[in-house]
């Protein structure tokens, strides 16, 4: 039997870490950490930093190549074979690394359980018969970040909110019936597809890390902004993680 902790790291500092994931860290007897392309090797080695500053040199962390999503395939047909290869990698590194069982941890940005896949893959291991334990330690999630970061609450007076990705938010617009929208995993700046007229942003990046920034402001003003600062950010670091808050000021054109 394999008992799978999956562990929200928040952004991946140490000051995010719940005492439940540093308990679940510490009783792990393998910590698979996953290697991505070469330009994202900063994210890499925040979870080797942290591994270090929770852990000190006593962890067994192991690192495995994290197969990539093939760009050119349709969206859904390309998540689905990119989570079987996944799952395929995790399986192998399993049966490497730990194949008597025990406890196993993965740490994963934000929280298991927002926009995240990690719960997925690990069915699939149990779809193909792996002996294999579930339980999840709850991390700060990028909404948590954002509306801490900016200070404000996430929604308005007994109001909801939509939350959604960059990709649909392009694809179908602004989502019905909401005044607030919060926008994870967009891969540019889909809030240029929005008339910009009576629309507030709270965007944020490397929330909770030294290399934060954040921008607000009237949509209309701010914009441009933020698409700078971003190519910026993104030039720098080779990566960049950014999430923001959309919320309707008054009519829309």
């Not at 540093?22 to 950490?33: N, V």
């Not at 938010?169 to 008339?195: H, N, S």
């Not at 009237?218 to 999430?243: C, S």
Request: glycine share 8%; with cysteine.
């Amino acid at each position: 039997m394999i008992d799978l902790h999956l562990i929200g790291i928040g952004t991946g500092s140490p000051d995010h870490l719940t005492r439940a994931a540093e308990k679940a860290m510490h009783a792990a007897d393998l910590i698979l950490l996953p290697r991505k392309r070469a330009d994202t090797a900063a994210l890499l080695d925040l979870r080797r930093a942290l591994c270090a500053e929770v852990l000190g040199d006593g962890a067994r962390v192991v690192e495995f190549d994290l197969p990539e999503r093939d760009p050119n395939a349709p969206y859904l047909t390309a998540v689905r074979d990119w989570h079987a290869a996944i799952a395929a990698a995790w399986a192998e590194a399993i049966a490497t690394h730990l194949p008597d069982g025990g406890r196993l941890a993965l740490l994963v940005w934000g929280d298991p359980s927002l926009y995240d896949s990690t719960l997925r893959i690990a069915d699939r291991l149990r779809c193909e018969g792996m002996a294999l334990r579930v339980s999840v330690v709850p991390g700060i999630t990028s909404l948590q970040a954002l509306t801490a970061a900016h200070a404000i609450p996430l929604n308005t007076l007994a109001e909801p909110v939509t939350i959604t990705t960059g990709r649909r938010l392009a694809e179908r617009g602004w989502p019905a019936d909401v005044d607030t929208v919060a926008v994870l995993l967009d891969g540019g700046c889909a809030f240029d597809t929005l008339a910009p007229e009576n629309i507030h942003i709270w965007w944020g990046a490397y929330l909770g890390m030294p290399t934060e920034a954040v921008i607000e402001g009237p949509l209309a003003e701010v914009a441009e902004t933020i698409r700078t600062r971003r190519a910026a950010l993104r030039a720098e670091h080779g990566w960049i993680m950014d999430v923001y808050l959309l919320r309707r000021t008054g009519p829309q054109p």
